[in-house]
Structure formats: C-alpha cells, structure tokens
C-alpha cells in the first residue's frame, strides 16, 4: 500500500531490494532477540526483519502512514506500534528484566544527530546499533583528529560507541531520491570506555565549547575555562584547534579541569 512521503517527517522510503536485503545480513537478526525499529515507514526494513523474528516493535510518529504499515507487514508477525515522537520515547519501557535491545532505523536526516544523543541514555541495555544515514553523517561519526570531517559529533560518538561504517545506499535506492548519498553504520556502546573523562556532563559541555569556533585556537575557544599549563600537562598546545585534538587527550584535558572545580 502506497503512501505519500512527507517531507516534514524527512521520509525517503528505501526501496531497492537488494540493499535491504544486505541491510538485513548486516543486521543478522536472531530469533531470540528484541529489535526495535526507528521509523518503519512502509515497511521495507519491518517486513524482512519480522519474518526472522516473529515480533518487532517499531516506533512510528507519522499516524497516516500506521494504517499501511499494518496492512504491508502486520500479517507476518506481531507487530507492536507506538506512535510516538523518537526523541521522547522511553527505551527502557521495552526492555523487560533489563532485556537488550537492538535498535535499527532509516533515520530522517534531519534529526538524525539527535536521536543518536537521545540513545545515549539507554546504552546500559543497547547492545547495538544499525542505521541508515547521511553519508556525510557517517563520516563525521567515524572521522579521527586531523580530519575534514572530525568535529563534536566525532568525540563524542566515539566516547559512548564502537562506530563501524559498512557500506554506501546510493540515492536511487529511494523513493523519492534524496539529494543526499547514504550510508549503514553499525553502533556499538562501549561496555568499558577506552578514557575516563570524568563527569560526562562536563565533558559533553567542554567538547562543545571547543568546537563552537573551530576557527579559533583553544588558546582563545577555551580561555575562560582552563590555563595554558592544563593544555599543555594534556599534551595540547594552545595554539591548536580543536580537529586537531584527540578523544584521550580531551579527556586527559576534562579531567584536570574538573579537578580545579571550574565548569565551561
């Protein structure tokens, strides 16, 4: 059943066969696990992934378009639909007994970050993570110190998650064609983080402070905030910017901060 893409839900429907199908051998859904999917849509990811499993829940904020999710999919399984806004779902109501949960999705480019950070709250009973972004989006997740791509989203994707880039979705694997590239990333929370960064929150605050003005130098970016003899004791010049700076000297960096009780 046929729907019309809204573009104020950022729907692009996937579908081209052959992509889901490898989507479906990278997810290699087992008949004992609980996935959740993001934004079904019509179907195209709902269909394959019940037929392994039986049951799927899936979150959907588009009440239009539940009426022909269940017509396309509802018959191969039990399929449990809450409509609801992403952002504010609570994962920990599907999680059963502190069940782990696999979360996959087609997410809408346009909040695609956060719900990424949304996720981040619940990665004590995620075990990972599939899904289908902008490539460009993709990139910054994976990207390292020195890098075009490396920003915020790169350090702190990376502190809570081992991020896997797998393959490239071209446009016309959708309907309509965004006119974007795609890509599949596998997510997986780091069960021990690689640095200790202290108070996340404070850690989260100074990672956004130093890439507010990449331009500028942290000498400038983070004056307020900590001394020339912090940056340099994290092995940082203060003539550096901030894509220059790694995820473990950031950390060596949060840390001395929070020692000396100042907040950025």
Do not use: W
Not at 35 to 63: H, N, Q, Y
Not at 138 to 153: G, I
Not at 157 to 167: D, E, H
Request: glycine share 4%; hydrophobic share 40%.
């Amino acid at each position: 059943m046929q729907h019309k893409a809204r573009k104020r839900f950022g729907q692009n429907f996937l579908t081209d066969t052959s992509v889901i199908d490898r989507i479906i051998q990278s997810i290699n859904p087992q008949a004992d696990e609980k996935l959740v999917e993001i934004g079904p849509g019509l179907g195209a990811l709902t269909c394959p992934l019940m037929k392994r499993l039986g049951k799927l829940d899936v979150i959907e904020l588009d009440r239009d378009i539940i009426p022909k999710l269940k017509i396309n999919c509802g018959l191969t399984g039990e399929l449990n639909i809450h409509n609801a806004d992403v952002l504010k779902f609570d994962f920990a109501e599907l999680s059963k007994n502190s069940e782990r949960l696999r979360i996959v999705g087609n997410l809408p480019y346009n909040i695609s970050t956060p719900i990424m950070f949304h996720l981040v709250n619940y990665t004590d009973i995620i075990s990972d993570m599939h899904f289908m972004l902008q490539k460009e989006v993709v990139n910054r997740l994976a990207a390292t110190a020195n890098t075009t791509n490396y920003s915020r989203l790169s350090v702190m994707a990376q502190y809570y998650f081992k991020v896997s880039p797998l393959f490239l979705v071209p446009p016309e694997a959708f309907s309509p064609r965004p006119k974007v590239d795609s890509a599949i990333v596998r997510l997986q929370p780091q069960k021990k983080k690689t640095v200790d960064v202290g108070d996340e929150k404070f850690f989260a605050r100074l990672i956004t402070r130093a890439f507010s003005q990449r331009r500028k130098t942290l000498r400038n970016v983070l004056k307020d905030v900590c001394s020339h003899d912090q940056l340099a004791a994290a092995n940082i010049d203060p003539g550096q910017r901030a894509q220059e700076i790694s995820l473990p000297q950031f950390a060596d960096l949060s840390r001395r901060i929070q020692a000396d009780n100042i907040t950025p």
